[in-house]
């Protein structure tokens, strides 16, 4: 608002937490950033994760468009044809960079074994550090990238694997750990199951449908989850309506869950 001969506005009369709250929280990102110049308290309210969270939440979706080996962009806005930079990269002859997995507006990328988490908001990217291969594991990749409430943390789940990760291949053995963002204390997880071959499914080939607190995937013959929450796997039946044989995924219904099978490539039921 416009000071008056005082240098007050009208915003001074108002509870600061309102300001903040109900004002800040809905401007688009350049003008909050203006906002946090007008006073101390305005920019230290503006950095909490909770600020920045309900902020995100309000603010239009716009798809990310990923260019192999060049970068990633988006729209300018929603509505708008054109596109803008979000990301750019070298590209590398030996692996091709790829997201892998996203939550809450964050990127983890992947190339030539390594990981990298970033932000296409203030386009800046930190080394992703994945949990220490045991003897005889050869690799490891992200399975999903989640939310914990409870603590506020974005946390990755991790699987390392003694074999080649391959859409359609299993792995004699795996294991699964719960990292979070800027830890470096992974915490081993058990698997619901004891099987011999366990799916080590990157989060990109197979990502998992959020649903209720539970990351659900169609694996086998019935539906693998992991609670966020209490970050335990279970296991789920597969609708006995569905007939045996073919494939089946899960597909994202807004908000709801719905497998998806098929016997044929060109065809699908749900």
Known sequence: STPDS???TVLDDLPEWLVVEEILVRLPTKDVLRCRAVQKSWRAATS???FILDHHRRQPLLPIIEQLDEGLYCLASAGDQK???VLRYTPDPVSSIAVIAACDGLLILS???SFYICNPATRKCAPLPHPPLRP??????VVAFYRHHASGEHRVLWSIFSAPVARVATVERSAYFVLPVGSDQPRCVQWPTVKRYFPATRSRDCPPVDHRGGLHWALGLGITVF??????FRQMSRPAQLPPGGWVSLC???GGRR??????LDAAGL
Request: with cysteine; aromatic share 4%; hydrophobic share 20%.
């Open 136 to 141: 005889g594991f050869s690799g490891a990749t």
């Open 83 to 85: 596109i803008r930079p």
């Open 252 to 254: 994202d219904m807004g």
């Open 227 to 232: 609670d966020t929450v209490t970050e335990t």
């Open 48 to 50: 909490t994760d909770k």
């Open 259 to 264: 497998p998806c099978h098929s016997r044929r």
């Open 6 to 8: 005082s240098g007050a």
């Open 111 to 113: 190339g030539h074994s």
